[in-house]
């Protein structure tokens, strides 16, 4: 069993839009519409949506689609997470939490994260791919067996680590237990005091809890859309393969 949860409180400055971000359009529906669509299709049931800026407007829209968690204040994606311990089942569950910008994702990819997880004994797996494009993600740092050893935003990257074309934008499955438990482990990030949950698998790796990556072939199901000009590329990207191709 498994449950998700989408982080959907940003307040999308750079979309230049009148709507929260979540419910930008792309493609005739809501940016985070798809993605919950994705999870229905991949047979998950319990969906929650962390909700923040204009939260009565986006739970307007979307309705019953998800459950409802409200992240008073933006102050990182740990900190949306963290408010969901007291509001859904995770005890000896699958969680999944991905983040509401990135609409291309599959219910095909959802359910071979769910997969490799479960076939791993994971206890945090997340989605990976060779970017082609340049994009401020955090890289995915691997011993010379291939195993994951760490990972690193960009902003603390060095040069060599900044070379590094395999990277992850946010799209976790965890064991439900180990993610509770050590969430309160993250320490905010001195740049901007905001508590990011990509630090997680350095602490998962610390308490020598296995961490999986899966690299997926279309870069493109990771990318999260910020500006017009990203839903244009999305758009542009959608209309240009074959069908059922992503």
């Not at 307007?60 to 998800?66: G, L, P």
């Not at 509001?87 to 990819?109: M, R, S, Y």
């Amino acid at each position: 069993m498994a449950l998700a949860i989408i982080l959907a409180a940003g307040k999308g400055t750079r979309m230049r839009s009148y709507l929260p971000k979540p419910l930008v359009s792309f493609k005739e529906k809501p940016i985070v519409l798809h993605i919950i669509e994705a999870f229905e299709k991949a047979g998950i049931e319990e969906i929650n949506l962390i909700v923040g800026y204009e939260a009565p407007k986006v739970i307007s829209v979307i309705e019953d689609k998800a459950n409802y968690i409200l992240q008073p204040k933006q102050n990182g994606t740990a900190d949306a997470v963290k408010q969901a311990k007291n509001h859904v089942h995770w005890k000896g569950q699958n969680v999944f939490v991905f983040v509401g910008d990135a609409p291309l994702i599959t219910p095909e990819t959802i359910h071979a994260l769910e997969l490799h997880h479960i076939k791993t004994g994971a206890g945090c797996t997340f989605l990976t791919a060779t970017f082609d494009i340049d994009l401020p993600y955090a890289r995915v740092i691997r011993n010379d067996a291939g195993v994951v050893i760490g990972c690193v935003e960009e902003r603390n990257a060095n040069k060599e680590q900044l070379k590094i074309r395999e990277l992850l934008s946010s799209h976790f499955i965890f064991k439900g237990d180990d993610l509770f438990e050590l969430l309160d482990s993250i320490e905010p990030d001195p740049k901007n005091d905001e508590y990011y949950l990509t630090d997680i698998i350095q602490i998962f790796l610390s308490k020598g809890l296995k961490v999986e990556a899966l690299s997926i072939d279309h870069y493109q199901e990771l990318v999260g859309l910020n500006t017009p000009e990203d839903l244009q590329w999305a758009e542009q990207f959608v209309s240009s393969i074959q069908p059922n191709v992503l």
